[in-house]
């Protein structure tokens, strides 16, 4: 098989379509069609089934799919790895939480940028089960996720715990007042995937309110503002909530620590070669700017409730 026709293969399967696909190789859609049908006369069976909206993996096309993603990330790596000289240089592309990134990361990624300068680092954000498959397959080098994760093609190091808080506005001083509220409730949370989602999905139940709304957002900015002006209310971790811009419209309110403990974790392949640039990302994670892990004080800016 042609690696350019398993690179094909593996972004139609992606993207769904021969158009979008063609885009995102820089390429023209006659050239996708045409190693797509040399692809299928070497397995001798289509790998596609054609619709009016673009284009579906057959069942031979789900079993090939891994294979040919397995072989084009092996490649790549083979490339970066004769190319790595032991300079941070070139593409370093990283996976993160929006909540991590939001507060967690910047002074690291300001750290790296000036110590390494002729790295190309890109930063994704996403849920935690999105960012997880991206790691995956080869699409980023390292993610940022919630915790905890098993799975045999990764391994895992936390970086630090968070402590997960039940954020609403003023109207409920106490957990009581939420339990007891008549009104329909509004859970604000982060698109499918995220294991924040989850467990205030978790916790809803446990306070005897699982009949809810469900409001989703793309940024934490849009959930906090949101909470603030009494929306609804949301699970974030008390790191992220005590240096947010609506910081004096929340109450946190502490919850049972089967939900509340959420270590971060990042995430790369077991298989995966290591560049140099990486193992430089690594090195500025564990300098001074979060040697502080595990748990953070409470902030004056709140007064919490105790769980209830």
Same mark, same amino acid.
């Given at each position: 098989?042609?690696? #350019? ?19 995102? /190789? ?14 299928? *006369?070497? =397995? ?9 909206? #673009?284009? $579906? ?20 790596? $083979?490339?970066?790895?004769?190319? %790595? ?18 507060? !967690? ?34 699409? =980023? %080098? ?10 045999? @093609? ?5 970086? +630090? *715990? ?16 939420? @339990?007891?509220?008549?009104?329909? &409730?509004?859970? /604000? ?30 940024? &934490?900015?849009?959930?906090? #503002?949101?909470?603030?002006? %009494?929306?609804?209310?949301?699970? /974030?971790?008390?790191? =992220?909530?005590?240096?947010? +811009?609506?910081?004096?419209?929340? =109450?946190?309110?502490?919850? *049972? ?23 430089? +990302?690594?090195?500025?994670?564990? #300098?001074?700017?979060? !040697? ?7 902030? *004056? ?5 105790? $769980?209830?």
């Amino acid at each position: 098989m042609e690696v #350019g026709d398993l690179t094909t293969f593996a972004a139609v399967a992606r993207c769904a379509g021969i158009t979008k696909a063609a885009k995102e /190789l820089h390429t023209v859609q006659s050239n996708v069609t045409s190693r797509i049908k040399a692809l299928e *006369d070497e =397995v001798g069976v289509p790998l596609f089934e054609r619709h009016s909206r #673009g284009v $579906a993996l057959t069942s031979a096309g789900m079993r090939l799919l891994p294979y040919a993603s397995r072989a084009v990330a092996l490649l790549q790596e $083979a490339t970066a790895n004769a190319r %790595d000289d032991g300079q941070a240089r070139g593409p370093l592309v990283i996976g993160s939480m929006e909540t991590t990134i939001a507060v !967690r990361l910047p002074e690291v990624l300001g750290q790296f940028n000036a110590r390494h300068p002729a790295v190309e680092l890109v930063v994704r954000t996403g849920p935690t089960a999105e960012l997880i498959q991206s790691v995956i397959d080869n699409e =980023v %080098d390292g993610a940022f996720v919630a915790g905890p994760i098993d799975h045999p @093609r990764l391994k895992a190091e936390k970086i +630090f *715990d968070e402590e997960l808080v039940l954020v609403t506005s003023r109207r409920w001083p106490h957990l009581a007042a939420l @339990r007891n509220e008549a009104a329909p &409730l509004t859970a /604000l949370m982060f698109r499918a995937g995220c294991s924040y989602r989850q467990r205030l999905e978790q916790l809803l139940v446990q306070l005897g309110r699982p009949s809810y709304r469900r409001l989703e957002f793309g940024t &934490l900015e849009g959930i906090l #503002g949101c909470v603030g002006a %009494d929306v609804g209310v949301t699970l /974030l971790p008390r790191y =992220v909530v005590a240096r947010s +811009f609506a910081h004096e419209r929340l =109450v946190v309110h502490e919850i *049972d620590a089967s939900i509340s403990r959420a270590p971060t974790l990042l995430v790369t392949r077991r298989d995966a070669f290591e560049s140099t640039a990486m193992r430089m +990302f690594r090195e500025c994670l564990a #300098g001074p700017t979060l !040697r502080q892990r595990g748990d953070f004080p409470v902030s *004056d800016m709140f007064e919490p409730a105790a $769980a209830q």
